[in-house]
């Protein structure tokens, strides 16, 4: 892995923790949509990472989402339920920036927060592998 990629995977990495951090924060505000977003997003930065670590640079948000479930969910790399946790924060986050009266409630966000956690923690594992 070249310097640059070494610096952006970093990047990433420190992003997700700072993302995370917010969705805490905005969940304590009890802002669902923005706190699922924060959510997403945490989780995005380190799937981007993962698969720049292995050459794999989709160019949207859909073929990253179909490229970590083709690398890493169907070869049981990631956890079925961790994938499917990924593809329903991604269908969330579409559905609160694009689609109209689209609202969350606590109990929809709250248990949310600990498996987006748990999540991460695996991918950084996976991150972490053989550097």
């Not at 969940?27 to 050459?55: D, I, M």
């Not at 609160?96 to 689209?102: E, K, N």
């Amino acid at each position: 892995m070249s310097e640059y990629d070494k610096d952006y995977v970093g990047y990433r990495i420190e992003r997700s923790k700072e993302l995370f951090q917010d969705a805490k924060i905005l969940a304590e505000h009890k802002r669902w949509k923005s706190s699922v977003n924060r959510l997403y997003y945490s989780s995005f930065q380190l799937v981007s990472a993962l698969l720049n670590k292995h050459g794999i640079n989709p160019k949207t948000h859909n073929g990253l989402r179909v490229k970590f479930v083709q690398e890493y969910v169907k070869t049981n790399l990631i956890d079925t339920d961790l994938g499917k946790l990924f593809t329903k924060l991604f269908d969330w986050r579409q559905e609160s920036d694009y689609t109209a009266f689209v609202d969350f409630k606590e109990d929809d966000v709250l248990p949310l927060i600990e498996r987006v956690e748990q999540l991460n923690r695996v991918l950084i594992n996976l991150i972490n592998e053989d550097k």
